[in-house]
């Protein structure tokens, strides 16, 4: 190999290193970490109470299995058991919703760990704190969101 292909190398590896530390550096969160231990604790409590209540659509769908296992829905009328069907159809929809929620708030959790949180994946900017207070699983900022719709 040439000297000349051997500096080219190592001129691009060099680049490449300056390039990574400064996307490590923008992918830093903009928040200090009592900051992020208060989003922190935003998050576990709407974590918590969506654990309750996928526990509670949980039950409800067993139950129906229950029910209509041991053959209670056959001597209802026609009617009743497509409404009783609908509803269960609405509630394993709002369970798998509620799932998919909780998969946003461990991921919201994760980037607080590894100091990434309040970074807008589109753009790169600091989301308001305002923001994740409302929505602190987001990963847009208000501007990209509405950009985005």
């Known amino acids: 190999m040439s000297m000349i292909n051997t500096c080219k ?3 691009n590896q060099k680049a490449m290193s300056f390039k990574e530390k ?3 550096n ?3 969160s903009p928040y200090n970490d009592d900051e992020l231990m208060y989003f922190r604790d935003i998050i576990l409590k709407k974590r918590d109470e969506t654990v309750q209540e996928l526990e509670i659509l949980q039950k ?3 139950e129906f299995r229950e029910n209509s296992d041991n053959g209670s829905l056959h001597s209802s009328h026609m009617a009743d058991v497509s409404m009783d069907v609908q ?3 609405k509630k394993y929809i709002l369970h798998n919703r509620t799932r998919k929620f909780l998969r946003y708030l461990d991921a919201a959790l994760g980037r607080i ?3 990434t ?3 807008c994946k589109a753009r790169g900017t600091k989301i308001a704190k305002g923001r994740l207070e409302a929505v602190p699983h987001t990963q847009l900022s208000i501007e990209a969101k509405l950009k985005h719709q």
């Open 113 to 115: 760990e590894n100091k």
């Open 117 to 119: 949180y309040g970074i």
């Open 26 to 28: 923008r992918l830093k």
């Open 60 to 62: 409800s769908i067993a």
């Open 22 to 24: 400064d996307d490590q």
């Open 87 to 89: 509803l269960q159809e």
């Open 9 to 11: 190398i190592i001129l």
